[in-house]
């Protein structure tokens, strides 16, 4: 303890030494700081040059090198998406209805027709080729004279070609939905015999020139999207439509129309009789030419997008949100949704984010300075602020030219700048009024003075600036790309203002005193006050009055239990709430809870529980080798789909490979075509099937695929299967283990599942890790820092102790506001330790400079430092008040966290740790407890020369004559 004691002295002295002589060099030479200031901000803003903004949420928050950005890469390369899903849900009483479904058919039409630059949703639409011959247009039976026979005639040609017209027209009427042929997968007979009457090459011919088909998906197919059918249609005709049909009238394939329907009522024989809500889904395809990468601005991706698809999809938004009536409410999720309401979010919060600013603003001016014209500050709160922005700037620039992107995280960058930054300010105005106050401090000239309310703000702000910029650091060592980003653009900007506070604010206060002393106003510099009545110091006093109360407040043993009694019921509320806070990911909280995506969500989950998370198992290249494991991995997966276990459906080309081939190819079990010869051949004739040819898309060939030939090597391949809905990370995080587990075991070539969740799965897998991870090395970085500079162990182990209970509270208060673990929370929980560690470190530093009993240095560390803390912890709190109000996740939970960091970290800092450090603080075995060294004469005459000793003991004087008696 002897060497600490030592070791503090020594480093204390030596900082106490240059802060004296830099703040003398800093009054004496104000212009040239302030000069020198500007020039090295300008150079470092030239590394802005590098400046690049990363959004997308893979390279923000999972490893680079983790497996999901791995075979992201791959996709990229095989598999590009390159269209948009278009979603909408009609909500009504019931959507079963001919009155509903006449008006969801209106709104349809509205959005198909809707025109942008000339094209409609046919023009830039995803077209899928339909293989199945039988879905052309019939035509009526004709009469044949002399016979009573009638039949049936197919024009495949018609609605492809009609360069002829016929004299004998043929009478049409009017035709609904043929049930028999699309209610059961066993009435194909008709069309099978069709088919194998078909010589191949103009079956060939056929497929390959009827026309594609815009995807897009709603219970309308049922009746082909024709109006006529769909005003005509009856009660029971939809609901025997929604309850029998299992092939799509208007695509041929399999079809589940009870997957459109959401809250679902079923009679006693299960069948449906009615629904509140209905989907339609439309699908975009993006073209090349004009195409761009896109994001929200939040971390999530947009993907592929052009102009015209953007506009588009604004036009769908608009159709959908005004077509919403009373008994029909319409809401949607359109690929720029989440973008645009992300965008709208931050739009409505500038008023509050511009409120706060402003609140905070006309706060620091006011305590400051005083409210006169002479002594006001405004200029000089304008300097702090613009040396807060000098210092943003100088991170975002260093932190660029080392290849540091800016994120959309870092938009909290300001708020946490101001928050310590005006912190420091405080504590150099508290510094200069006490060495004011002091009685021995009068006379000297305005550089000494300024060197010795340096002398001591320096240290305090030192000390708070490392532990701060150690805390933050340490962030650069996290798996997550975006919050390594994020810490050293902090360390770097936290480092940066700390340098222009004691060089840049301390100039312009500088020239700011001269101002007073010249008579200069302090809001019209050109109006010279002659003889000026200077004001009462009410401020003072009524601070001077707070800081006597407080003082009796502590020699209270009572006061005092009753403070460790309520932060002994804090803590363990907060250790209760610490341990049931969730980490977990949810998507949907990050949409603001206003919005009509939010509603999107809400319903989607409320009305259709049984929506799992589709996800696509892509293999690399295979030939017919692989097929028998290709046969264990789709087995294994219908095992996991027919226990419920994780998987609520496979829709893989394999199996329906495996029955075209029992079916049509009259093979009697695979193995027969696993061969060279026949399983290409068997491939392509299942692609261009009627069974097969929706699974095209899910194949890359090293060459055409050509109808009636074989097919090429592939080279990737793909299918779908679809997890279950889960309601967290305790429940999706083994479930994807699993499936890769089976993936991997399968020994497919490049074999993996992906789904862009994956991205924030795998973030729910490493948070956890990752901010307790950081949040111990801020706190050993902490107490590290913090032991070196006091070079105090007691007094180190209870700021450790402080920040670590704060903390603790800060979580626990969290789960009970509703705010669970993920990434936004965790990176606000990182900050919020610098902010503790400075309420607790000032106080420290104070009690350990200060003189007397330990009742006595807890008083004189309140009364110097205290009003400080306090007024840093109030600007936080008013910066933030308003934002409280936002509907951004965001920063409601930056909100959440940062209201907590203050009312805990004042509450420990001004209240608890006091009154610890009057009960067991250490004492200063230097000096005399109860007497203060005589020795005044100290202080030279000269103006120009001022001892290091000099103003060693200004607080203890200032202290003494503010409370008297009071402590003694």
């Not at 060939?204 to 049922?222: A, G, H, M, P």
């Not at 079990?669 to 009627?690: C, G, H, K, R």
Request: with cysteine; glycine share 6%.
């Amino acid at each position: 303890m002897a060497e600490l004691r030592q070791t503090r002295s020594f480093l204390i002295s030596k900082l106490e030494t240059a802060f004296l002589r830099w703040g003398k060099f800093v009054s004496l030479y104000p212009y040239q700081v302030i000069l020198t200031s500007i020039i090295f901000t300008a150079l470092c803003s030239l590394g802005l040059t590098k400046f690049r903004i990363e959004q997308k949420a893979n390279l923000l928050w999972i490893p680079p090198e983790s497996e999901f950005n791995i075979n992201k890469d791959w996709l990229e390369k095989n598999f590009e998406k390159d269209t948009r899903d278009e979603v909408v849900l009609f909500e009504s009483e019931n959507v079963l209805t001919p009155e509903s479904l006449k008006y969801i058919f209106q709104v349809h039409k509205a959005v198909n027709d809707a025109e942008i630059d000339g094209k409609t949703f046919s023009n830039i639409c995803d077209k899928v080729p339909i293989a199945d011959i039988f879905q052309t247009k019939r035509r009526k039976k004709r009469q044949v004279p002399n016979e009573t026979e009638e039949y049936e005639e197919y024009d495949f040609w018609e609605g492809e070609y009609n360069e002829y017209t016929e004299e004998d027209e043929r009478k049409t009427t009017l035709e609904r939905i043929n049930f028999k042929k699309y209610s059961s997968q066993q009435n194909r007979s008709d069309e099978e015999d069709t088919r194998e009457k078909i010589p191949d090459s103009i079956y060939c011919d056929l497929v390959t020139t009827l026309n594609d088909k815009c995807v897009q998906s709603s219970i309308l197919e049922i009746w082909k999207y024709r109006e006529e059918l769909i005003n005509s249609a009856t009660q029971q005709e939809i609901l025997d439509a929604v309850n029998l049909l299992v092939r799509s009238p208007w695509f041929g394939s399999d079809k589940d129309y009870a997957g459109h329907l959401g809250g679902i009522d079923r009679n006693s024989s299960g069948h449906i009789v009615g629904a509140k809500s209905m989907r339609m889904a439309w699908v975009i395809k993006v073209p090349k030419e004009g195409r761009v990468v896109s994001s929200d601005g939040s971390g999530v991706e947009l993907g592929v997008v052009d102009e015209t698809s953007l506009a588009w999809e604004a036009k769908l938004i608009d159709i959908a949100l005004n077509s919403s009536t009373e008994n029909m409410k319409i809401t949607l999720n359109a690929g720029r949704s989440y973008g645009d309401v992300s965008a709208e979010a931050v739009f409505t919060d500038r008023p509050l984010l511009a409120g706060g600013y402003l609140i905070m603003f006309i706060y620091t001016i006011v305590m400051l300075g005083r409210l006169n014209t002479l002594e006001i500050r405004l200029f000089l709160a304008v300097s702090g602020l613009v040396s807060i922005g000098m210092g943003i700037v100088l991170a975002i620039g260093i932190s660029s030219l080392l290849g540091f992107p800016y994120t959309p995280i870092h938009n909290l960058l300001p708020f946490l700048c101001l928050g310590i930054g005006i912190d420091d300010m405080f504590v150099i105005i508290q510094c200069w009024s006490n060495m004011k106050k002091d009685v021995l401090n009068a006379g000297l000239s305005l550089p000494d003075q300024m060197g010795i309310a340096l002398k001591h703000a320096g240290v305090s702000v030192t000390v708070t600036t490392l532990t701060d910029v150690f805390a933050f650091g340490v962030g650069a060592v996290t798996q997550m790309p975006g919050l390594a980003s994020f810490c050293v653009c902090t360390a770097i900007c936290l480092s940066s203002i700390y340098l222009l506070q004691i060089s840049w604010f301390v100039a312009w206060m500088s020239l700011d005193e001269r101002r007073k002393a010249s008579g200069h106003d302090g809001i019209l510099p050109c109006i010279v006050h002659g003889q000026f009545i200077l004001s009462d110091g009410s401020q003072t006093k009524c601070g001077n009055a707070i800081v006597k109360k407080y003082a009796r407040l502590l020699s209270s043993v009572i006061f005092k239990c009753l403070v460790i009694l309520i932060t002994v019921g804090l803590l363990v509320v907060g250790v209760w709430g610490f341990i049931l806070i969730e980490t977990k990911i949810d998507f949907a909280a990050l949409i603001p809870s206003d919005s009509y995506l939010q509603k999107f969500h809400s319903l989607s989950k409320n009305l259709y529980p049984n929506k799992g998370w589709p996800t696509e198992i892509y293999t690399a290249e295979f030939d017919d080798t692989d097929l028998q494991k290709f046969e264990e991995l789709t087995n294994q997966l219908n095992e996991l789909k027919m226990s419920k276990t994780y998987l609520l459906d496979v829709d893989s080309w394999w199996s329906k490979l495996k029955k075209y081939s029992e079916e049509k190819a009259n093979f009697t079990t695979w193995q027969d075509f696993a061969n060279p010869a026949e399983f290409p051949v068997i491939l392509s004739d299942f692609l261009f099937s009627s069974q097969g040819s929706r699974f095209k898309p899910n194949f890359m060939f090293d060459g055409d695929l050509l109808c009636n030939q074989a097919a090429p090597p592939i080279k990737a391949s793909k299918f779908t299967i679809e997890y279950i809905l889960f309601k967290g990370p305790e429940e999706h995080i083994p479930a994807r283990r699993k499936i890769e587990e089976i993936v991997k075991n399968s020994d497919i070539s490049g074999a993996f599942s992906f789904v862009k969740e994956y991205a924030l799965w795998e973030t729910d897998e490493i948070i956890g890790l990752e901010i307790w991870r950081n949040v111990g090395l801020a706190m050993a970085c902490v107490f590290i820092v913090t032991l070196i500079l006091l070079a105090n162990f007691s007094v180190c182990l209870m700021v450790f102790t402080i920040v670590i209970i704060t903390f603790v509270d800060i979580v626990g208060f969290l789960h009970f506001w509703d705010i669970t673990i993920d990434v936004i929370s965790c990176i606000n929980l990182v900050l919020s330790i610098g902010l503790c560690v400075d309420y607790s470190v000032h106080i420290g530093h104070a009690f350990l400079v200060a003189k007397g009993s330990r009742q006595e240095k807890a008083v004189e560390a309140v009364a110097t430092i205290g009003p400080a803390v306090f007024n840093g912890g109030m600007t936080t709190f008013l910066a933030l008040v308003l934002i409280g109000a936002s509907t951004s996740h965001v920063f409601v939970t930056f909100f959440k966290v940062f209201v907590l960091t203050v009312l805990f970290g004042l509450f420990h800092g001004l209240v608890l740790f006091p009154v610890i450090l009057s009960l067991v603080g250490p004492l200063d075995r230097s000096s005399s407890t109860d007497s203060i060294p005589a020795k005044t004469d100290s202080v030279p005459a000269k103006t120009d020369s001022v001892p290091a000793e000099t103003g060693q003991h200004t607080n203890q004087g200032y202290v003494l004559d503010v409370l008297g008696d009071k402590i003694k």
